[in-house]
């Protein structure tokens, strides 16, 4: 189905490998041209051999060990490349990409090349989670490049968490976006997400938050853009790494993201409220560090504004879409939320469901418009349920222009 792509799999060390042997297989099979580069420290693990003879191919491995006098062995594969893989991607490579060196054959065509880069990660989970590495991933997105995440379980070197290489069927499932693009059916449209829990001061130590990740709104923000849109990520306080490739507004209190909305509302085609908004805040913040005296401290709350409430009361041409977050009585919430609020769709999070919630990476949630249950979307991850929330969206602002006559207006 790859017949007549080129695929440059870069190869480098860790003993994760051996999937990239499966890999290179499953690529082989597609009929697509498959060019193994793999790095000196690869070799120790896998010998080129093994990925010769998946490939058919001569692997490289010393930049200097030209076989062909008429081409630049880098140069040449970096300019036939519809796609390179980098599958394991150590933090050591992900270093040098992102810092753009090139001591090796492998890092020298990763930047002669212009074609799509997607990196699969695999390496122990404190060394996946440490500030440089994620500094390092969030360079590269921020410059085009995809990654595929790791999974989490058993890792060789003993841990239990994330860094392991991703399956071999999820990979192909990954390249096969890159080399067969999805449509763009938000292409020219203007999306708006929130994302985060907002930040209501109580002193300059103290606040009043909630468990919110970002995770969600980082999610329908990477999908938006991948669809086509342009995309602006209004977030507050997050834990999760944002997406590149879009406009990111910081914000902490619930005021300050109202703000951040109104001021952009009349650009914006579609505004997707994931954010989970603090209601009330305090009625004063104090100046200086509250010091402890008695047994008790009572605090004033008042009521924050409601930013949904304000989107659905100025909506002109805008698509709006919020989030609730529920735990008991989810469907008559939902629904009264959507009809008083005004706003097209609501994505009904009930997060007493295993694997729905704050800090996961996957949700259960529940469509509704105003008419009631639109669909409803089993446990996945969170990446699958934004893109079936934008291809909803999508479908019902292209539904809204067919109904609308071009001539609304004319002759009257």
């Known amino acids: 189905m790859w017949k007549g792509k080129t695929i440059v799999l870069g190869v480098t060390g860790g003993i ?14 597609t009929g697509a041209e498959v060019r193994v580069i793999m790095t000196e420290s690869a070799t120790k693990f896998v010998a080129p051999l093994t990925f010769q003879t998946l490939s058919r191919h001569d692997v490289i491995v010393d930049t200097f060990d030209e076989k062909d006098a008429s081409v630049v062995s880098h140069i040449d594969l970096a300019d036939r ?6 599958a394991p991607a150590t933090a050591n490579m992900i270093a040098k990409m992102a810092h753009g060196l090139a001591d090796d054959m492998l890092s020298t065509t990763l930047l002669a090349t212009t074609a799509p880069i997607l990196v699969a990660p695999a390496m122990n989970v404190h060394m996946y989670a440490h500030p440089a590495v994620q500094a390092n991933m969030q360079t590269l997105r921020e410059r085009g490049v995809q990654f595929v995440e790791p999974g989490e379980g058993q890792l060789a070197c003993g841990y239990v968490g ?7 069927e999820e990979l ?16 020219g449209r203007h999306v708006l997400v929130t994302a985060g829990g907002t930040i209501e001061r ?12 970002g995770k969600m709104g980082f999610a329908i923000a990477e999908a938006a853009r991948e669809m086509g ?22 914000v902490s209190s619930a005021q300050e993201m109202l703000d ?6 009349a650009d914006v085609d579609v505004v997707i409220k994931a954010a989970a908004v603090a209601d009330y805040r305090p009625a004063e913040i104090a100046d200086r560090k509250i010091k402890k005296k008695d047994n008790t401290l009572t605090l004033t709350l008042v009521k924050n504004p409601d930013i949904v409430q304000w989107l ?13 977050a529920e735990t008991n009585d989810a469907e008559q919430y939902a629904l009264d939320k959507v009809r008083r609020k005004k706003s097209d769709l609501l994505v009904l999070n009930d997060v007493t469901v295993p694997g729905a919630g704050f800090g996961t990476d996957t949700n259960v949630v529940r469509l509704y418009d105003a008419a009631g249950l639109v669909r409803e979307l089993p446990l996945m991850d969170k990446r699958e349920v934004a893109r079936e929330l934008l291809e909803l969206v999508a479908g019902r602002i292209n539904d809204r222009k067919r109904d609308t006559p071009e001539d609304s207006g004319r002759d009257r």
Not at 260 to 265: D, K, P
């Open 229 to 250: 849109a342009r995309v602006t990520l209004v977030k507050a306080k997050t834990t999760a790494t944002p997406p590149g490739g879009v406009d990111i507004v910081e």
């Open 172 to 187: 192909m499932v990954a390249i096969g976006r890159q080399l067969q693009p999805r449509p763009q059916p938000l292409s």
């Open 16 to 29: 994760a490998c051996f999937k990239a042997a499966a890999l290179c297989s499953k690529l082989a099979q």
């Open 260 to 265: 951040a909305v109104q001021s952009r509302f």
């Open 81 to 86: 490349a519809d796609l390179v893989v980098v």
């Open 312 to 324: 659905g009361e100025h909506k002109k041409h805008q698509f709006i879409v919020q989030f609730a």
């Open 162 to 168: 994330k860094g392991r290489l991703a399956e071999p």
């Open 202 to 213: 109580i002193d300059p130590v103290r606040y009043i938050t909630n468990d919110s990740s």
